[in-house]
């Protein structure tokens, strides 16, 4: 398949396996046993498929060849790129979504008491409607009375809306091509920091330390240099590339706090009845312990951040919270 060409998603099962070949990641490939094909349909903007596999990862949505979630392990991330923010601000009441068409992120801002409004903003209804079908129990947010979904352009969005409007913004794209590129530039970040409240907290999927750590970098100490802090998280995805990825946290100067108060550390516990699987107030913190090659990579050094070809990396984690 040449580069840049359209994925059929059908193409990459093989002998009865999907197999995520991706010239984003050359040289491996995750690969899930396919037991029957759900839906395959070009939507407006991307190939979509969804397929039924195994008894233990459930259903799986792919789209342009990239699985995006599984029944199984969507938990980590749809938890972890939600509540890292929403528990990093004291009384989020505004909150807004770009992307996330599955609705996995806008259910788990959904449980948040202190929540008054929840604006998502998706370009692909085609994405949402595969999810409402095949995915319920990713997508009940969709119905709740403190949602307001829009399909539309979520940079758009971004670049008209009113200054100091949101209380938290979360970001959740697909990888840096296609619709989703846009997402990953400064003058993006620029305007997700105008229209965020004093102390407000934006966070963005933000790539694999394995795979795109000049990118992080970039987003880290560039795109996101008119936030007060600039942080990236680490979580643990089965079925993503590496089985690692990121989120970047940027927190607006103002609101309480002293200044230059990251995200580091919640700034409220987890309510007794908000049953979740896997973020923790400790998984919180553990998400910013990073491996030294990318300490030294966001601390101003080497670019690629690439660990010694030559042996395994010894990980070195922080300690000073």
């Known amino acids: ?55 233990e990862w459930g259903k799986v949505l792919v789209l342009d060849g990239v699985i995006q979630l599984t029944e199984r392990d969507e938990c980590s991330y749809q938890e972890m790129l939600t509540h890292l923010p929403m528990f990093s601000h004291e009384a989020p009441k505004q909150v807004l979504i770009i992307g996330g068409g599955d609705g996995g992120v806008l259910r788990e801002v959904c449980r948040h008491d202190c929540v008054e409004k929840v604006t998502m903003v998706d370009i692909d209804k085609g994405v949402v409607e595969a999810s409402k079908k095949f995915f319920p ?5 969709f119905s ?38 846009k997402l990953f530039s400064k003058e993006f970040y620029e305007h997700a920091h105008r229209i965020l409240r004093p102390g407000g907290v934006l966070c963005t999927q933000s790539e694999c330390l394995w795979l795109h750590a000049k990118l992080i970098s970039n987003i880290v100490k560039d795109f ?32 309480a706090g002293p200044p230059g108060a990251g995200c ?33 990579n966001l601390d101003g050094g080497a670019s690629d951040a690439k660990p010694p070809a030559a042996k395994r990396l010894r990980l ?3 300690t000073d919270r």
């Not at 129990?137 to 947010?141: E, F, K």
């Not at 009375?145 to 970001?171: C, E, S």
């Not at 908000?274 to 030294?292: C, E, G, I, Q």
């Open 224 to 255: 996101a240099a008119s936030f007060d802090s600039a942080e990236y998280a680490s979580m643990q995805v089965p079925t993503y590339p590496c089985g690692q990825l990121g989120a970047f946290l940027g927190r607006k100067a103002g609101g």
């Open 316 to 318: 070195q984690w922080e």
């Open 264 to 296: 580091r550390s919640p700034r409220r516990s987890v309510p007794q009845d908000m049953k979740l699987r896997y973020y923790t107030a400790d998984m919180h913190a553990a998400a910013f312990a990073l491996p030294a090659f990318m300490v030294q």
């Open 1 to 55: 398949m040449a580069e840049g060409s359209p994925i059929d998603c059908a193409s990459l099962i093989q002998d009865g396996w999907f197999m995520e070949k991706n010239s984003q990641w050359p040289g491996q490939a995750m690969s899930l046993k396919v037991d029957k094909v759900l839906l395959h349909e070009k939507t407006d903007f991307q190939d979509l498929m969804v397929f039924q596999s195994t008894a």
């Open 137 to 141: 129990a990713v997508s009940t947010g």
């Open 144 to 181: 709740h009375p403190k949602a307001n979904l829009i399909i539309g352009d979520g940079v758009g969005f971004v670049t008209g809306a009113g200054d100091a409007t949101y209380d938290v913004i979360v970001v959740d794209s697909s990888d840096p091509v296609g619709p989703a590129e």
